[in-house]
Protein backbone atom coordinates (compact mmCIF):
# COMPACT_ATOMS: atom_id res chain seq x y z
CA UNK A 1 0.00 0.00 0.00
CA UNK A 2 1.32 3.60 -0.80
CA UNK A 3 -0.33 7.09 0.55
CA UNK A 4 0.41 9.59 -1.06
CA UNK A 5 -0.95 13.34 -2.07
CA UNK A 6 -3.61 13.26 -4.67
CA UNK A 7 -3.24 14.87 -8.02
CA UNK A 8 -6.22 16.34 -10.57
CA UNK A 9 -6.05 12.99 -12.39
CA UNK A 10 -7.21 11.47 -9.15
CA UNK A 11 -10.53 13.17 -9.00
CA UNK A 12 -12.66 10.30 -10.30
CA UNK A 13 -11.13 7.81 -7.76
CA UNK A 14 -11.28 9.93 -4.46
CA UNK A 15 -15.27 10.62 -5.62
CA UNK A 16 -15.85 7.10 -6.10
CA UNK A 17 -14.28 6.27 -2.94
CA UNK A 18 -16.70 9.20 -0.96
CA UNK A 19 -19.53 8.14 -2.91
CA UNK A 20 -19.10 4.38 -2.60
CA UNK A 21 -18.48 4.72 1.39
CA UNK A 22 -21.16 7.14 1.94
CA UNK A 23 -24.14 4.90 0.21
CA UNK A 24 -22.87 1.57 1.81
CA UNK A 25 -22.37 2.81 5.38
CA UNK A 26 -24.70 5.88 6.25
CA UNK A 27 -28.40 5.10 4.94
CA UNK A 28 -29.14 2.71 8.16
CA UNK A 29 -27.64 5.92 10.17
CA UNK A 30 -29.40 8.90 8.47
CA UNK A 31 -31.69 7.77 5.38
CA UNK A 32 -31.12 7.77 2.52
CA UNK A 33 -31.83 11.71 1.45
CA UNK A 34 -29.49 12.57 4.10
CA UNK A 35 -26.55 10.22 1.82
CA UNK A 36 -27.94 12.07 -1.21
CA UNK A 37 -28.18 15.64 -0.16
CA UNK A 38 -24.53 15.19 1.21
CA UNK A 39 -22.76 13.70 -1.54
CA UNK A 40 -24.39 16.60 -4.08
CA UNK A 41 -22.86 18.91 -1.22
CA UNK A 42 -19.60 17.23 -0.21
CA UNK A 43 -18.77 14.85 -3.77
CA UNK A 44 -19.04 17.29 -6.42
CA UNK A 45 -16.28 17.89 -8.42
CA UNK A 46 -16.40 21.14 -7.69
CA UNK A 47 -16.06 20.35 -3.82
CA UNK A 48 -13.09 18.24 -3.57
CA UNK A 49 -10.91 19.42 -6.66
CA UNK A 50 -10.07 22.70 -4.50
CA UNK A 51 -8.53 20.51 -1.65
CA UNK A 52 -6.50 18.48 -4.42
CA UNK A 53 -5.36 21.85 -5.88
CA UNK A 54 -4.19 22.79 -2.35
CA UNK A 55 -2.31 19.60 -1.56
CA UNK A 56 -4.61 18.74 1.38
CA UNK A 57 -6.08 15.13 -0.33
CA UNK A 58 -4.10 11.92 0.34
CA UNK A 59 -4.75 8.92 -1.37
CA UNK A 60 -4.12 5.25 -0.37
CA UNK A 61 -3.60 2.96 -3.50
CA UNK A 62 -2.93 -0.76 -3.77
CA UNK A 63 -1.19 -1.85 -6.51
CA UNK A 64 -2.31 1.61 -8.59
CA UNK A 65 -6.00 1.59 -7.36
CA UNK A 66 -7.26 4.36 -5.14
CA UNK A 67 -9.11 2.16 -2.33
CA UNK A 68 -9.39 5.10 0.82
CA UNK A 69 -9.00 8.96 0.90
CA UNK A 70 -8.58 11.71 3.58
CA UNK A 71 -8.70 15.47 3.46
CA UNK A 72 -7.75 17.79 6.11
CA UNK A 73 -6.76 21.64 6.39
CA UNK A 74 -5.89 23.94 9.05
CA UNK A 75 -8.63 25.34 11.13
CA UNK A 76 -8.40 27.95 13.70
CA UNK A 77 -6.41 26.46 16.30
CA UNK A 78 -5.99 22.77 15.12
CA UNK A 79 -5.58 20.59 12.16
CA UNK A 80 -9.48 18.96 10.53
CA UNK A 81 -9.62 16.17 9.24
CA UNK A 82 -12.77 16.63 6.83
CA UNK A 83 -13.17 13.50 5.11
CA UNK A 84 -11.61 9.90 5.66
CA UNK A 85 -13.37 7.01 3.86
CA UNK A 86 -11.51 3.53 2.64
CA UNK A 87 -13.58 1.60 0.09
CA UNK A 88 -15.82 -0.99 1.97
CA UNK A 89 -14.08 -3.85 0.17
CA UNK A 90 -10.50 -2.31 1.51
CA UNK A 91 -11.81 -1.70 5.09
CA UNK A 92 -9.63 -3.52 7.44
CA UNK A 93 -6.70 -3.36 5.38
CA UNK A 94 -4.76 -0.71 7.48
CA UNK A 95 -5.63 2.57 4.22
CA UNK A 96 -7.74 4.15 7.07
CA UNK A 97 -5.02 4.42 9.52
CA UNK A 98 -2.10 5.05 6.93
CA UNK A 99 -3.77 7.94 5.94
CA UNK A 100 -4.52 8.87 9.38
CA UNK A 101 -1.14 8.53 10.52
CA UNK A 102 -0.02 10.81 7.30
CA UNK A 103 -2.64 13.57 8.67
CA UNK A 104 -1.36 13.44 11.92
CA UNK A 105 2.42 13.53 11.00
CA UNK A 106 1.69 16.64 8.96
CA UNK A 107 0.24 18.04 11.55
CA UNK A 108 3.33 19.03 12.94
CA UNK A 109 2.64 21.01 16.35
CA UNK A 110 -0.73 21.15 16.10
CA UNK A 111 -3.83 19.01 17.49
CA UNK A 112 -5.77 16.99 15.39
CA UNK A 113 -9.70 17.49 15.42
CA UNK A 114 -12.40 15.40 13.38
CA UNK A 115 -16.30 14.82 13.56
CA UNK A 116 -17.96 11.63 12.58
CA UNK A 117 -21.94 11.04 12.66
CA UNK A 118 -23.66 10.11 16.06
CA UNK A 119 -24.87 5.83 15.23
CA UNK A 120 -21.38 5.54 13.53
CA UNK A 121 -19.76 3.25 16.33
CA UNK A 122 -17.15 1.07 14.18
CA UNK A 123 -15.78 4.81 12.81
CA UNK A 124 -15.69 5.79 16.72
CA UNK A 125 -13.78 2.70 18.41
CA UNK A 126 -11.29 2.99 15.20
CA UNK A 127 -10.07 6.68 16.25
CA UNK A 128 -10.29 5.68 19.76
CA UNK A 129 -8.18 3.12 19.08
CA UNK A 130 -5.78 6.15 16.93
CA UNK A 131 -5.94 7.97 20.41
CA UNK A 132 -8.71 10.38 19.50
CA UNK A 133 -10.98 11.33 22.61
CA UNK A 134 -14.11 12.77 22.35
CA UNK A 135 -14.83 16.15 23.01
CA UNK A 136 -18.27 17.54 22.12
CA UNK A 137 -21.30 17.08 20.07
CA UNK A 138 -22.80 19.19 17.45
CA UNK A 139 -25.69 19.80 15.44
CA UNK A 140 -26.31 18.20 11.82
CA UNK A 141 -24.59 20.61 9.19
CA UNK A 142 -27.54 19.10 7.16
CA UNK A 143 -31.05 19.38 8.19
CA UNK A 144 -32.67 16.81 10.20
CA UNK A 145 -29.57 14.72 10.00
CA UNK A 146 -27.73 12.96 13.06
CA UNK A 147 -25.76 14.87 15.44
CA UNK A 148 -21.94 14.86 14.97
CA UNK A 149 -19.45 13.68 17.45
CA UNK A 150 -16.32 15.62 17.68
CA UNK A 151 -13.01 13.96 18.66
CA UNK A 152 -9.55 15.51 19.17
CA UNK A 153 -6.05 13.68 19.23
CA UNK A 154 -3.23 15.67 21.22
CA UNK A 155 -0.28 17.18 19.35
CA UNK A 156 2.59 14.91 18.59
Same mark, same amino acid.
Given at each position: ???R???A????A ?7 TWR ?5 I ?7 ? @? ?5 AP ?14 A ?9 A ?6 D????W???V???S ?9 L?E?I????D????L?H ?19 AT ?7 G ?5 M???? @?
Amino acid at each position: MRVRQATAEDLDAVIHVGVTTWRATYPPITGEAYVEE @GIAKWWAPDAVLPGIRAGTVLVAEVEDRVVAMASYSVFEDHLMLWKLYVLPDSQGSGAGSALLSEVIARAGDLPVRLTHLVGNDRAHAVYERLGFVESATVPSPIDDGPEEIVMERSA @G
